[in-house]
């Protein structure tokens, strides 16, 4: 029988089974006085709330690559362009090579190993609009010019816009052509005057780049949202 | 002497109906970042369920991973755990590192609809024997513990629902393999 069942029958089971509980389900206890030691537990009886694995600022990983810091400053407006707090930037970009995580769909993960969630991330604005990254300089892949995918969204998770960032070309193939240590492929196969995303917003989605091909690159840039 | 080397899988599903903290909040957090997420995938807001959105985008099969990403940090709570299959003693003991993601169902505009799966894997266990329902098993590769007779520490665990062998390795042990061929002994549950 049930311990619970036998309980219930014997008309006690809310009253005895925390007593019961207590005494019974560990011999690692240690008694003295009134009090005994909590008991070590593996399994996580208490769960605690955790934030979610994006939300992190160094988005790189284990990937190698020229240093870069993103510094996007999100606006509204909606607002006369004021600079908009509490908002969820999601930013994500391929690495050195031109491969982006989280492409595997139900393939198997490793629960202490973050490989699989490489140079993605989140980050909420402060109070000056401002969500900053560390991260590496991506590289490129065919048919497109090096960028950065963006989502906003409101403090709800609401989305506000998705867009992507757009990186000078001298810079790029500056970063291309001589941290060789990194990006092995040469210069991108695609510009911005020719990229099928860019080609006809580029003023708006280029990114300034302050740094060196040695120390890596600051990046900032100002997204508009009506939110 | 042991039927071989095994991983089981245990696909635990969590929906509306979960009633445990845990699960609530990997619940809870799981359909926000569907819910986030989503959007990419559904700019013009047409569709309400994941299905739907899939069919539409089949790059929408990504969200699996994305949404996994809400997930991770109560998995790792587990401290390395299969959750739920516990030893006779009722205690968790079966260790695991690999898991997949899963969103079986959900839709945007309404949380109670969320239903996703995590399959946990289990390291290698040594299954010894099967008593009834239950699997008699040793943490790790123990075959050679046991063909040189020693005593080793062993774990009962009762077969149930969502709760399979993944991966088989039968023993290499030659006698033990005759030991099986003589007793009649059948590999299968």
Known sequence: MERKQFLKRLGMGSLILPLLQACSSDDDDVTSGACSTTPTETAGPFPTKDPDSLEMVDIRSERTGLPLTVKITIQNKNNSCAVLADAIVDIWHCDKDGYYSEYGGTSMQTVNYTSVHFLRGRQVTDSNGLAGFTSIFPGWYASRAPHIHVHVYNASGVSLLVTQIAFPSEITDAVYTTATQYYTKGKQDTYNSSDNIFADSVDSELATLTGNTTDGYVLTHTIVVNA | ?189
Not at chain 2, 8 to 21: E, F, N, P, T
Not at chain 2, 42 to 49: H, L, Y
Not at chain 2, 88 to 98: A, E, H, L, M, T
């Open chain 2, 1 to 189: 002497m042991a039927k071989g080397l095994i991983r089981l899988c245990y696909s635990k599903v969590i929906d509306a109906s979960a009633s445990g903290v845990w699960e609530k909040y990997v619940l809870d957090d799981t359909y926000r970042e569907f819910f986030m997420q989503a959007q990419y995938y559904n700019q013009q807001q047409k569709f309400t369920t994941f299905r739907e959105i899939l069919e539409h985008d089949p790059k929408a099969d990504r969200l699996h991973a994305l949404v996994s990403t809400a997930a991770i940090g109560y998995l790792r709570q587990l401290n390395e755990r299969i959750p739920d299959i516990t030893n006779v003693s009722g205690k968790v003991f079966i260790p695991f590192r690999n898991f997949k993601f899963e969103i079986l169902h959900s839709h945007v505009k309404d949380k109670y609809q969320h239903k996703i799966a995590i399959h946990f894997y289990s390291e290698v266990l040594t299954w010894i024997d099967t008593v009834q329902n239950m699997f008699l098993l040793a943490v790790g590769d123990k075959r050679e513990a046991l063909r040189n007779g020693q005593m080793i520490d062993t774990e009962m665990v009762a077969w149930r629902p969502n709760l399979s062998i993944s991966s088989f390795q039968p023993a290499t042990d030659v006698q033990a393999i005759e030991a099986q061929v003589q007793e009649g002994s059948d590999l299968k549950l």
